[in-house]
């Protein structure tokens, strides 16, 4: 039975155990082939050519179904693990807790963004950054410094309000729940909290960052607020739609798994509030 904690409310052996596991999956190099999986999808999904992770209609499941096979390798270090969430409606600065030399460490210094502190600090040892954007072999953040505020709680509260789920033309350009809250449209919450974060996480090599799971834990969990809100949307587009995943469609990278087995998390996991 996993449930999915707010990280705000975790223990600090609760804290440790989600680090440890962490950590042993990136010595053991499984860690890195997540990365490396989701920079090959930043790069291929375009507005106008085939698009899976992003920027189209299974943004949400197939980033439902990378962070249950995350958690799952998790598990299988300890089994005790869940994936948290980051609710950055509510622990909105570099104060939080989240960010404890306890927990996954504090912004990079101003020189170079180089992470300094906590288990995932160059200087630890552990936490070598191998799937790079660049030459630098460090975690880089830069935690709320290039301006800029984390979205409001009124501002996701506009977005769960959407019926729709997405609309043509499928892409960045789309009305619609799945788009807004991508964050190519309207407020824009899932890629501000990127670009508040900054770093790796302004990358397409953002699961570098360990606080990437947690801010996708948030978002899957604002998807799974929007289905129990609006039970007669279904997820759209249904079928027949050029370069974007149909309900029925299997989504790469996986050749068993379509939208439609995606729609109910709760056989894999569950949140510890519904709101
Ligand atoms: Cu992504
Ligand atoms: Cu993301």
């Known amino acids: 039975m996993t449930i999915r904690k707010n990280q705000a409310q975790l223990t600090a052996d609760e804290k440790r155990r989600f680090v440890n596991a962490l950590l042993a999956l990136k010595s053991n190099g499984q860690y890195d082939t997540f990365v490396t999986t989701h920079n090959g999808f930043i790069m291929s999904d375009t507005d106008h050519g085939d698009r899976v992770g992003h920027r189209s209609p299974s943004f949400l499941p197939w980033h439902r179904r990378f962070l249950i096979e ?16 980051w609710d950055w409606t509510a622990d909105r600065t570099a104060a939080s807790s989240l960010w404890a030399v306890d927990f996954l460490g504090g912004t990079g210094r101003d020189r170079d963004g180089r992470v300094t502190d906590g288990a995932f600090a160059a200087a630890s040892g552990s936490w070598p950054i191998n799937v790079r954007v660049d030459g630098r072999n460090y975690l880089r953040r830069t935690l709320g410094s290039r301006g800029g505020s984390l979205p409001s709680r009124a501002e996701v509260d506009a977005v769960l309000a959407m019926s729709t789920y997405d609309a043509p033309p499928w892409n960045s350009a789309s009305d619609g729940f799945r788009n807004h809250l991508e964050g190519w449209r309207g407020a824009n919450l899932h890629n501000r909290v990127h670009v508040w974060v900054g770093g790796h996480m302004a990358t397409g090599a953002s699961p570098n960052d360990p606080v990437f799971w947690l801010h996708h834990a948030f978002v899957d969990k604002l998807w799974s607020q929007w289905q129990q809100r609006h039970p007669d949307s279904p997820y759209l587009p249904q079928a027949g739609t050029r370069n974007v995943v149909d309900l029925h469609d299997t989504m790469r990278p996986w050749n068993d798994v379509t939208p439609a087995d995606m729609l109910d998390h709760t056989p894999d996991y569950t949140y510890d509030t519904a709101a």
């Open 70 to 85: 995350f958690e799952q390798a998790l598990q299988a270090v300890d089994p005790s693990v869940a994936l948290p969430y």
